[in-house]
């Protein structure tokens, strides 16, 4: 696994580095001979580097998709900047008597680019290829979240599960990466540099030059080899994504376990994509196949629906609309309804007597909310609440889930929103707020699957909806806490449920 990690961080980092020293070199040797315009354009780019990296693959969902596209644009801008500007620098630095004496010698202007420009400007234009080398390696950490693989996988779920292995598992190699690659530039930088123009005399003995050489081609080879799918010889492949906290990733592989027990498809898995708006649009632009999705969250935050308390209501609500507007697919409930809910430390509950959340609404003003993101900015989050309540808190916290729990603990905050069937809850000796105005709508979970994706294969129907009320809240939360609080793995646990229920051998 970790491996194959690794073979997709190298692919996306050296595609994205690739396609940025093709844009940026030829671009930065065009404003040498423009420079009137050159600060202005080295502005935009300096622009597009201010823009944090999460907030443009976010930004490129909508447009691109989730996957591997969205990380290699949003890497690619990351990497222009450095080796635009070295190169115009570099360019321009070279000493103008040198070009003069070139022309002088009857030289072409092409001619002086690329035997007396280029060469002296060389050590330069690495300097920004190297550069952006490692800073494109280290922000590909983050392509796990839009389901392009690579390393932050390993950091994201360590995160969600406080396995601080996991998260030095990911950030461990992805830095031992940026050296690589930073030295093995260094060492194409020296055999390219002419020989006069090398500060050191000694010339590498052939043993070590064919070293260098076949390790430039094998970080060449790897990611090329990483691209090519052999999974899906022998059948079709469908591809489950999720959102990422610990249940989706346990659903994920409960599906995919299911299909490839009962069919003859083979299963791709692409979990931990970010909240709701990622894995919603991979589904619906044809990136992956199924996911996962709540009722409640269909219906309020996708289709921009009124609240519907009535399970049944909301469910053929959902259904109906989803494959009217997106050609998308509900199929059965999975039993579990994983509903928001706001959640103190019990013995806060105990000092203040609060039971529900209008309790809490006196001492909201000076409590601290840590809460996922997404929660701050849903209609079903916490602006419908303050609606709802007429509560607010002195202060929110965006945070990511898995971390949220250890806050509460520590008493970073005081308040943080949770879903009904976290194992964590009780484990951490947690209050669970009563819904007392019956804000929050139902969340009944249940498969979403791409209408073409089940004309082509119909037999996934059935075998999907053999978990139809199979999970209740109680069997979810323990699930979860397999994971979150006895560090058990994901895929794991979703197999040994499997075959307790039967549905695998």
């Known amino acids: 696994m970790v491996w194959n990690l690794i073979l997709e961080h190298i692919f996306l980092s050296f595609i994205s580095i690739a396609i940025a020293i093709v844009i940026s070199v030829p671009l930065g040797i065009f404003l040498t001979r423009h420079p009137k315009i050159a600060d202005p354009i080295?502005?935009?780019?300096?622009?597009?580097?201010?823009?944090?990296?999460?907030?443009?693959?976010?930004?490129?969902?909508?447009?691109?998709?989730?996957?591997?596209?969205?990380?290699?644009?949003?890497?690619?801008?990351?990497?222009?900047?450095?080796?635009?500007?070295?190169?115009?620098?570099?360019?321009?630095?070279?000493?103008?008597?040198?070009?003069?004496?070139?022309?002088?010698?009857?030289?072409?202007?092409?001619?002086?680019?690329?035997?007396v420009e280029l060469p002296l400007a060389l050590t330069v234009i690495m300097g920004g290829i190297r550069t952006a080398t490692v800073?494109?390696?280290?922000?590909?950490?983050?392509?796990?979240?839009i389901g392009a693989g690579g390393l932050g996988d390993l950091i994201f779920r360590g995160l969600q599960t406080y396995n601080s292995g996991l998260i030095l598992g990911g950030a461990i190699p992805a830095a031992l990466l940026a050296i690589l690659f930073d030295f093995l530039l260094k060492q194409l930088e020296k055999d390219a540099t002419p020989r006069g123009l090398r500060k050191e005399k000694k010339q590498s003995t052939r043993g070590s030059r064919a070293f260098k050489w076949a390790a430039i081609a094998l970080i060449v080879i790897l990611p090329v080899a990483s691209t090519v799918?052999?999974?899906?010889?022998?059948?079709?492949?469908?591809?489950?994504?999720?959102?990422?906290?610990?249940?989706?990733?346990?659903?994920?592989?409960?599906?995919?376990?299911?299909?490839?027990?009962?069919?003859?498809?083979?299963?791709?898995?692409?979990?931990?994509?970010?909240?709701?708006?990622?894995?919603?649009?991979?589904?619906?632009?044809?990136?992956?196949?199924?996911?996962?999705?709540?009722?409640?969250?269909?219906?309020?935050?996708?289709?921009?629906?009124?609240?519907?308390?009535?399970?049944?209501?909301a469910y053929a609500l959902v259904k109906e609309r989803f494959k009217e507007e997106y050609d998308l697919v509900w199929l059965e409930p999975i039993g579990f309804n994983n509903t928001y809910t706001l959640t103190i430390r019990e013995e806060d509950a105990e000092t203040w007597g609060v039971e529900t959340i209008s309790d809490l609404k006196p001492y909201a003003k000076n409590l601290t909310l840590g809460s996922e993101p997404e929660f701050l900015e849903r209609d079903d989050g916490y602006p419908g609440l303050k609606e709802a309540y007429g509560i607010s808190f002195a202060e929110t916290q965006p945070m990511d889930s898995g971390i949220m729990y250890n806050a509460i603990k520590n008493g970073e905050v005081d308040v943080i929103d949770a879903f009904n069937t976290d194992g964590r809850i009780p484990a951490f000796h947690l209050k669970v707020l009563e819904d007392d105005r019956n804000f929050f709508p139902p969340y009944h979970a249940a498969p979403l699957i791409r209408a073409d994706t089940l004309e082509a294969h119909p037999e996934l129907e059935e075998v999907l909806n053999m978990l139809q009320g199979r999970i209740d809240d109680e069997k979810m939360r323990e699930l979860n806490a397999r994971v979150d609080i006895d560090g058990e793995d994901y895929e794991q646990v979703a197999i040994d449920f499997l075959e307790e229920e039967g549905l695998i051998d």
Do not use: C
């Not at 490129?60 to 969205?70: D, M, N, Q, R």
């Not at 002088?104 to 202007?109: A, D, H, P, S």
């Not at 800073?135 to 979240?145: E, K, M, N, P, Q």
């Not at 589904?283 to 996911?291: C, E, I, P, R, S």
């Open 135 to 145: 800073l494109i390696i280290g922000v590909a950490t983050i392509a796990g979240l």
């Open 42 to 115: 080295i502005g935009v780019t300096a622009v597009f580097q201010t823009i944090p990296s999460l907030a443009l693959l976010v930004f490129l969902v909508p447009f691109v998709g989730t996957g591997e596209l969205p990380a290699i644009i949003a890497l690619t801008v990351y990497g222009l900047l450095p080796i635009l500007r070295n190169t115009y620098l570099g360019i321009r630095g070279v000493d103008r008597s040198v070009i003069e004496a070139g022309i002088g010698m009857g030289m072409t202007n092409r001619q002086v680019l690329w035997m």
């Open 229 to 313: 799918d052999l999974s899906g010889f022998g059948g079709d492949t469908i591809t489950i994504t999720g959102k990422n906290f610990t249940e989706q990733e346990i659903m994920v592989y409960v599906m995919g376990h299911l299909i490839e027990e009962h069919t003859d498809l083979n299963v791709e898995y692409e979990s931990f994509l970010g909240g709701t708006a990622p894995a919603f649009d991979g589904v619906k632009t044809g990136n992956y196949d199924l996911y996962v999705e709540y009722t409640g969250t269909a219906l309020m935050n996708i289709l921009g629906e009124e609240l519907v308390s009535d399970p049944d209501e």
